[in-house]
């Protein structure tokens, strides 16, 4: 990743600071004085270090930029913790233990972000291999795959630094960290920190036989956040499920779970016919079900169409402070009845603005 010359960091900073200082109701007299403190910083040392309150308030302005996000309503409510002082494995461990546990909190889930040290020069003091915390592993059994093929490639990883696997569907694959220059250490996740959701259907006799199950909590944990032309490679954040992300896609795509097929003959449709909709109907009822068992085990849920009624919420809430909205539209629609939501029938601009989280390099590759 190409690094920021001292002048770049300067401009991304200032930019950033005046926006977050303006945003928090802070003076102009204190704005100045700030960015008086860091242009000196960035000339003494190369770079500069964020007060806790830029960095939450950071934190929290780069998911309301995040344009795939249909979840953006609740921004401000992200609980930021400050991890920036843990350097080494085993206290993160601990650290990423703490935030599980405090994120899935007995299935009422609160968006909580974990912020390691930022990237100095080319050197990252912490990184995380996972994709996400908690995953479920994937195996190559012939031509076949067991578990999940997205965590493939990321299963043979782990079990090339010593972890096997149960072979299982829905085996939680160890936490993998690695301190700057060292050889990556797994962990495994106690299984009291790990809720899971059994996927049953309140109609459909025989849906519980499938075996679906489910973890309760997404916490990406490979992207990299960017605040004020500071990286932060290690910054695992969590909000909580749109059913359709399990149920339309994880379950349902032909290269994850590739459910429907199953789905359907219990249903006893005619999957010999593309003309009898059987993947759609399917589709519904796998989707109605995760929403369903999800809503009785307690767990944080949301469904599409409140989904994008809190986007609306969003979308008016920005307009009413005088900030653009930016989206990418074909990750905003719903992957299930996408034209039921306003956002199929309008445009958005898919512009980046930062503070915000970026993909980056797989550690391994
Ligand atoms: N789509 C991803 C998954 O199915 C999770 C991405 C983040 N989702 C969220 N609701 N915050 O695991």
């Given amino acids: 990743m190409k690094q920021h010359t001292q002048q770049e960091l300067w401009e991304e900073a200032r930019v950033f600071i005046q926006q977050c200082y303006a945003e928090l109701g802070r003076t102009d007299i204190e704005i100045e004085a700030r960015l ?14 964020h007060t806790k309150t830029e960095l939450i308030h950071g934190a929290k302005m780069a998911w309301r930029n995040s344009n795939r996000c249909i979840g953006r309503l609740f921004w401000e409510n992200l609980h930021v913790i400050d991890a920036r002082h843990v350097d080494n ?32 020069h080319e050197h990252v003091p912490l990184q995380i291999w996972n994709h996400q915390l908690i995953r479920y592993a994937g195996y190559e059994a012939g031509n076949d795959i067991i578990g999940d093929p997205a965590s493939v490639e990321f299963t043979k990883q782990c079990e090339a630094y010593g972890w096997k696997g149960q072979g299982g569907p829905f085996d939680v694959l160890p936490l993998v960290l690695q301190e700057s220059g060292g050889a990556p250490q797994l962990f495994d996740i ?22 679906l199950k489910w973890y309760a909590v997404p916490m990406i944990s490979d992207m990299r956040l960017e605040i004020g032309g500071i990286d932060y490679p290690t910054a695992p954040f969590n909000g909580w499920y749109m059913g359709t992300e399990i149920g339309a896609r994880n379950f349902a795509d032909v290269n994850r779970y590739n459910v429907l097929p199953k789905v359907a003959e219990l249903m006893g449709l005619n999957t010999r016919s593309a003309r009898s909709l059987w993947q759609d109907r399917a589709l519904v009822e796998l989707n109605a079900a995760v929403l369903h068992s999800y809503h009785e085990a307690g767990v944080t849920i949301v469904d599409h169409h409140t989904a994008a009624k809190q986007f609306n919420s969003f979308e008016k809430i920005e307009a009413a402070n005088d900030r653009l909205v930016t989206g990418n539209w074909t990750w905003l629609i719903p992957p299930v009845s996408p034209a ?26």
């Fill in 89 to 120: 494995a085993e206290e993160a461990k601990a650290t990423l233990f703490d935030h599980i546990e405090y994120a899935t909190n007995g299935g009422k889930i609160r968006t909580t972000i974990t912020v390691f040290p930022p990237r100095r």
């Fill in 36 to 49: 008086d403190d860091i242009k000196h910083d960035i000339q003494e040392t190369g770079t500069y270090v």
């Fill in 190 to 211: 106690p299984s009291r920190l790990i809720l899971e959701v059994p996927i049953v259907h309140p109609e459909i006799r025989g849906f519980a036989e499938l075996g």
């Fill in 340 to 365: 039921t939501t306003h956002m199929f029938h309008k445009p958005y601009a898919n512009k980046v603005v930062k503070p915000n989280y970026f993909y980056q390099d797989k550690p391994w590759e």
